[in-house]
């Protein structure tokens, strides 16, 4: 079975600093890894995704993350923060594609301060 | 492209009736829907997997005659909350793909309010 922790259920950050959300699953094969965010009362939205190609992800927004098998990780980053940017970003995992079953990490709310 | 649409937003019903929430996929043919569970300030649950034509597979512990999902075409999926009751409000969200896809494209949710 797979699964994903993501560290951290509230982070801040002030405007213009580095934006870094962090990741770990743990996958018996390859995974394929998704990055969402959802703003208040909204569904989600796909920042970026990973599937086994190149594994630096530039996703939507500024967005990137780097897939390091080594250290199961997935870390969300974003050079510089924008006031927007505050909103609950889920990590999450499949093992067959992001055609089948998901599964999600907690979550973590993104505050941006001024 | 890849837009999916839910109707209602948000219900308020009173105990003991039977909500209906859509789920539409506007711009392709979803082969596979899914639908999830999000209750305030927590992760996103799967309830259950629906395939065109087929009865939904539904998750462990998920009561699928209290959750009656229908995936009656290519662009529509329903669930229906039978004898909804207050522990039944929820954030319920969810989500298609088309064949060969490697993305789920999600709606915006429905929020249900049992009184």
């Known amino acids: 079975a797979q699964s994903v922790t993501q560290l951290g259920s509230h982070v801040s950050v002030s405007e213009g600093a580095l934006v870094l959300l962090r990741c770990n699953y743990s996958?018996?094969?390859?995974?394929?890894l998704f990055w969402y965010v959802q703003y208040p009362n909204q569904g989600l939205q796909l920042l970026l995704k990973?599937?086994?190609?190149?594994?630096l992800v530039k996703g939507i927004n500024g967005f990137e993350a780097e897939f390091k098998k080594s250290e199961t990780s997935f870390h969300l980053t974003k050079p510089s923060a924008h006031m927007s940017d505050a909103a609950e970003y889920f990590c999450?995992?499949?093992?067959?594609?992001?055609?089948?079953?998901?599964?999600f990490g907690t979550g973590t709310q993104l505050k941006v301060e001024l | 492209g890849a837009v999916v649409s839910q109707h209602p937003s948000w219900v308020i019903c009173k105990s003991g009736t039977s909500v209906k929430i859509e789920c539409r996929s506007l711009?392709?043919?979803?082969?596979?829907m899914f639908w999830y569970r999000q209750f305030p300030k927590q992760s996103l649950m799967l309830m259950a997997t629906?395939?065109?034509?087929?009865?939904?597979?539904?998750e462990q512990g998920v009561e699928k005659d209290k959750f009656l999902i229908n995936h009656a075409s290519l662009t529509l999926s329903t669930l229906t909350v039978t004898s909804a009751h207050p522990e039944d409000s929820s954030f319920y969200i969810c989500?298609?793909?088309?064949?060969?896809?490697?993305?789920?494209?999600f709606g915006p949710g429905t929020r249900l309010l049992v009184l």
């Open positions: 989500s298609a793909i088309s064949r060969n896809q490697e993305t789920q494209y």
């Open positions: 996958s018996s094969v390859p995974p394929y």
């Open positions: 990973y599937t086994s190609a190149a594994t």
């Open positions: 999450a995992v499949s093992i067959t594609g992001g055609g089948n079953k998901l599964t």
């Open positions: 711009d392709f043919q979803a082969t596979t």
């Open positions: 629906s395939n065109e034509g087929s009865k939904a597979t539904y």
